[in-house]
């Protein structure tokens, strides 16, 4: 179901099957620790080869290490890799209420949704249905299209805020 006044959709979300480890199988977003390489190092120690969404994403920090190329090709086996091992549950399509408390608020509540692409527009002033909030730095797309250029499941970390009286 698309919902194209709002520019959303309907997704269908896939969770990691019952007995994996969460600990090992949650990483932060790529687009934190982009300073401190040590962090992600200290991931990668920890996480090895258990099954992690550390294996599906490229960290920022490392969109221009040398082996770039080969760390993309990686992710496009480890994603189907895990999907040829059944990693997955496939929930119903449908939206996924978060709740969630943080220091500042005992409640935050969010949706997961499915956002139309071809409603986004990053460049500065863009006025249409979905876009940045924040800069977008350039030269950190071409490695992020390559992932997703050849990528059988999708891994996103955006947070969205609805302007809508």
Request: hydrophobic content about 40%.
């Amino acid at each position: 179901m698309i919902f194209n006044d709002i520019g959303i959709q309907v997704p269908r979300v896939l969770i990691p099957r019952p007995g994996t480890d969460l600990n090992l199988w949650a990483v932060i977003a790529c687009d934190q620790y982009t300073s401190q390489p040590d962090y992600w190092e200290k991931v990668r120690k920890m996480v090895g080869d258990s099954p992690s969404t550390l294996h599906l994403i490229m960290p920022e920090i490392d969109l221009n290490a040398p082996e770039r190329d080969r760390r993309i090709q990686n992710i496009h086996k480890s994603m189907q890799h895990y999907l040829e091992r059944d990693l997955f549950s496939a929930l119903e399509p449908g939206f996924i209420l978060v709740d969630r408390a943080t220091p500042h608020a005992a409640s935050r509540k969010g949706l997961i949704v499915g956002i139309d692409l071809e409603c986004y527009d990053y460049r500065e002033g863009a006025r249409s249905l979905a876009r940045s909030t924040e800069g977008t730095i350039m030269d950190r797309l071409p490695p992020r299209i390559e992932i997703r250029k050849h990528a059988s499941i999708e891994l996103p970390h955006i947070m969205v805020l609805i302007d809508d009286p």
